[in-house]
């Protein structure tokens, strides 16, 4: 076990239509620099990454004027149509440099406030594991499921109810797998436990913390702006 080799593949190919903002929103400036150039400095400072994929889209004239320096290898991939197309194309990549038997950590580009010890906690929980798994919190709030005219048609049992986060941690091999005969025979697909659950593997839930939320809205930015201020403030907090 002891040469297993973790890598970081960031899916940044999206256009962030729900953000509204100019530009993508992982272009979109946060406690001193872009959104991506912080989600990538959280692998790329944690000791256990050994390198990392980005997928920008092709026509993407913001990742050029970045000029991103990294202490670890890192790879760029182009993006896709979906989500799950560019995590394909990233993982193409990664498996020139990688083997099937080295773990991949998906994560999305527009959640920086991802912490290092939520990476720790993912790694000492899976490694061992036979599948892999994500982070995820429980549900708090009343679960409500709608009728056809908008009106409440009943209450959903909260209880064992999850929201599912990244990054999402799986073998390379089996990963690929997955999502290639997902998409081989059309399912839809929305993250990487998805893929897995599509082929029969019921990946473990990790608990993560409730600040490493995605921007998605625009009223996000500033959340995350608040919660990347208090990482910073903390006594003996490692830069990333
Ligand atoms: N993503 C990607 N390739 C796509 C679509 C999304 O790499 N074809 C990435 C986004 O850049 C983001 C992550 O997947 O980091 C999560 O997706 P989401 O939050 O939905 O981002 P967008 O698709 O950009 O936003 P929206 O759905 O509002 O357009
Ligand atoms: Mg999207």
């Known amino acids: 076990?002891?040469?297993?080799?973790?890598?970081?593949?960031?899916?940044?190919?999206?256009?962030?239509?729900?953000?509204?903002?100019?530009?993508?929103?992982?272009?979109?400036?946060?406690?001193?620099?872009?959104?991506?150039?912080?989600?990538?400095?959280?692998?790329?400072?944690?000791?256990?990454?050994?390198?990392?994929?980005?997928?920008?889209?092709?026509?993407?004239?913001?990742?050029?004027?970045?000029?991103?320096?990294?202490?670890?290898?890192?790879?760029?991939?182009?993006?896709?149509?979906?989500?799950?197309?560019?995590?394909?194309?990233?993982?193409?990549?990664?498996?020139?440099?990688?083997?099937?038997?080295?773990?991949?950590?998906?994560h999305d580009a527009a959640r920086p406030c991802l912490r290092p010890s939520d990476i720790d906690r993912l790694i000492e929980r899976l490694s061992a594991d036979a599948v892999g798994g994500i982070l995820a919190t429980p549900v708090r709030d009343t679960m409500k499921r709608q009728d056809d005219a908008g009106r409440i048609q009943r209450t959903e049992e909260r209880e064992g109810l999850w929201h599912a986060?990244?990054?999402?941690?799986?073998?390379?091999?089996?990963?690929?797998?997955?999502?290639?005969?997902?998409?081989?025979?059309?399912?839809?697909?929305?993250?990487e436990a998805s893929a897995l659950e599509y082929v029969g593997q019921s990946p473990l839930l990790v608990e993560g913390r409730g600040d490493n939320i995605k921007i998605t809205r625009p009223e996000d930015l500033a959340l995350a702006e608040f919660f990347l201020r208090q990482e910073a403030a903390e006594p003996n907090q490692e830069q990333a």
């Open 1 to 106: 076990m002891t040469d297993t080799r973790y890598w970081a593949v960031i899916p940044a190919a999206g256009v962030g239509k729900r953000m509204r903002a100019d530009r993508p929103k992982q272009y979109l400036s946060l406690h001193g620099k872009t959104v991506l150039e912080h989600s990538i400095a959280r692998f790329d400072s944690h000791p256990a990454i050994a390198g990392i994929v980005v997928a920008v889209s092709e026509d993407d004239g913001y990742w050029p004027d970045l000029a991103i320096r990294t202490r670890k290898p890192l790879h760029v991939a182009p993006g896709g149509k979906e989500r799950s197309d560019s995590v394909i194309n990233a993982l193409a990549v990664l498996a020139r440099h990688a083997t099937e038997d080295d773990w991949v950590l998906v």
């Open 165 to 191: 986060l990244t990054p999402q941690m799986f073998p390379l091999g089996a990963l690929r797998a997955a999502l290639q005969r997902a998409a081989e025979e059309g399912a839809v697909i929305t993250d």
